[in-house]
């Protein structure tokens, strides 16, 4: 759709347009403010989604190159249809030095082509070997930008039909789990499975 996930950089610089167009009494100069989006706005939505993705990936320092990682994992994610939220989470738990597929277990439970995951972790942890980051301090940083719980459309469902019963219990559970998305919750962890087989066929609309 117009306004899907993958979609937003496009969808963001429009409405750049559309804000200039809205804006354009007081500008006055339409060429000028359509060229001055154009050439900038690239330039800083790379940068900026290249630094947020490096601080996702516990990268301190982003450097030339690491837009070719990023690029990767995100083929990765999709060509697996691998859930954003919990791939993240579990990535942050993993050592910079290898372990062996044991200790790599639970993030490479998430991805189908397990040879595919390998070779991008290898990646990724040849990029961490760079910066020579504790791993306690890089994990801590992770978990600080990957929410280990959101609001996912079947968590929102089961409080809504709760609710509708008169049921208000689930609703305020879900409400205290999302004030502090960030945090291990061991009362919260159902909230951080999985999406179950019934929720596949949840639709929902910009007004749900």
């Known amino acids: 759709g117009r306004y ?3 979609r937003q950089p496009h969808v963001a610089h429009w409405n750049l347009h559309a804000l200039g167009h809205a804006l354009l009494p007081l500008i006055g100069d339409e060429a000028a403010m359509q ?3 154009d050439r900038n706005y690239a330039e800083v939505y790379n940068r900026d989604f290249v630094a947020l993705m490096c601080a996702k990936l516990g990268i301190a320092a982003p450097r030339e190159g690491d837009d070719e990682l990023i690029s990767q994992l995100y083929g990765l994610l999709d060509a697996n249809r691998s859930d954003y939220t919990l791939f993240f989470r579990q990535l942050g738990r993993l050592p910079a030095s290898p372990q062996g597929p044991t200790a790599d277990a639970p993030l490479r439970d998430l991805i189908i082509d397990r040879e595919a995951c390998d070779a991008w972790l290898a990646a990724w942890r040849e990029r961490l070997r760079g910066e020579s980051r504790p791993d306690g301090e890089r994990q801590q940083a992770m978990n600080a930008v990957n929410p280990k719980y959101v609001l996912r459309n079947w968590i929102a469902e089961g409080a809504i039909r709760a609710a509708r019963e008169g049921d208000y219990d689930e609703l305020r559970a879900v409400h205290e789990c999302l004030k502090r998305p ?3 919750q061991p009362a919260c962890e159902r909230f951080a499975a999985p999406p179950p087989d019934w929720a596949a066929g949840l639709e929902v609309s ?3």
């Open 4 to 6: 899907s996930y993958r």
């Open 35 to 37: 060229e001055a989006i």
């Open 182 to 184: 960030f945090d291990e």
């Open 206 to 208: 910009c007004s749900s």
